[in-house]
């Protein structure tokens, strides 16, 4: 295997879903992706500030440089001949043993992801077959430290230890109180940051795998046609609403209760520091349960509330495919309606 090649590859693939999807990005949001994706590709410490002119400079050039690829086909992998870059299974069983892993896959708005790094473990847990990696070879802009491909799970160490490190920046400007101060001082901030991070990372990881296995429970409740759903609605906002009842289940299913059991206070607080937008606007008497379990310690009213979900967002779930069934090309009109005015979609 010519490993520059490969990475070679895979970055360009990289480069391609960037030029054509990037900037359809918030510029907050870009900007901070841009930020990161520069400091990833210089491999600056997370606590190094970042040289201001150079990083303008370097935008601009990758900006050009996108400009001549939107237009360019996604490559084949340089292994076996030539392989699919979305064949996460072959491509895996080749790169595995040599201390390797790989992801492609669609991600949210219809953008395709790539990356390659360094597998770090491998196991199986509850029929998925989980793969670790560390150190990241290629990656595009927006690195989601978790996805679920065809009954695999990528967990990104480095991806998460990024995006956490984010998070503790932006607490750290205001100091707000809540539930992100909350798990943060659970995990040991504002104290020693590297080793709390590292606790925060390990645990944070773990949380991840447990949503992406909520994911996987929640297909079969769903069936094959949700995925189909979810890739033909048009717009943004009807699948924002589609992913929020989505993740809802998922986590209704297997997050929460897995961390109340483990009694993992910094990693609930963490959860419901992250729990906002959509899913929170749908779902107000789970941050109710979490303000009540906040003041008394007991986390009865947690499980009761996650309980009550998992029956709900499965019925909130198959009601938006319903719709989608019976009238296809009003269905993204309705759901953005129902973001709107959620009414009994809601609990």
């Not at 790989?102 to 708005?109: E, K, L, M, P, V």
């Amino acid at each position: 295997m010519d490993l520059p090649r490969l990475v070679a590859a895979v970055q360009a693939n990289c480069d391609i879903a960037d030029a054509r999807h990037a900037r359809e990005m918030t510029m907050c949001n870009y900007l901070l992706a841009m930020r990161e994706l520069y400091r990833w590709e210089r491999g600056m410490p997370l606590t190094q500030s970042l040289p201001q002119a150079e990083l303008g400079s370097w935008i601009a050039q990758r900006e050009a440089r996108w400009n001549t690829l939107d237009e360019a086909d996604f490559r084949p992998l340089p292994l076996d001949g030539g392989c699919d870059p979305f064949d996460n299974a072959a491509i895996n069983a080749l790169l595995a043993p040599r201390g390797l892993v790989y992801s492609g896959g669609i991600g949210r708005w219809g953008k395709p992801h790539f990356f390659l790094g360094e597998l770090v473990r491998r196991e199986p847990r509850h029929g998925l077959d989980v793969l670790v990696s560390d150190r990241e070879l290629a990656r595009d802009l927006f690195a989601p430290p978790a996805a679920l491909r065809g009954g695999m799970v990528f967990l990104r160490l480095d991806a998460l230890r990024r995006w956490l490190w984010e998070k503790t920046e932006v607490w750290g400007v205001k100091r707000a109180e809540g539930a992100l101060q909350a798990a943060l001082e659970g995990y040991g901030f504002p104290g020693n940051a590297a080793a709390a991070l590292d606790r925060m990372a390990a645990t944070e990881a773990e949380s991840l795998i447990l949503h992406e296995v909520g994911e996987a429970r929640a297909e079969p409740l769903l069936g094959a046609a949700w995925r189909e759903m979810l890739g033909s609605l048009p717009g943004r906002r009807a699948e924002l609403l589609a992913r929020a009842v989505r993740d809802n289940l998922a986590d209704c299913l297997s997050t929460l209760p897995a961390l109340i059991e483990r009694g993992a206070s910094p990693a609930l607080h963490f959860y419901f520091a992250n729990f906002e937008g959509v899913r929170r606007s749908l779902f107000p008497r789970l941050w109710s349960a979490y303000a009540a379990w906040r003041k008394s310690g007991d986390a009865d009213v947690l499980i009761v509330a996650c309980g009550d979900g998992q029956a709900h967002w499965q019925a909130a779930a198959l009601r938006l495919l319903a719709a989608w069934r019976s009238n296809p090309a009003e269905a993204a009109g309705l759901f953005s309606d129902w973001l709107d005015e959620p009414g009994t979609l809601a609990l």
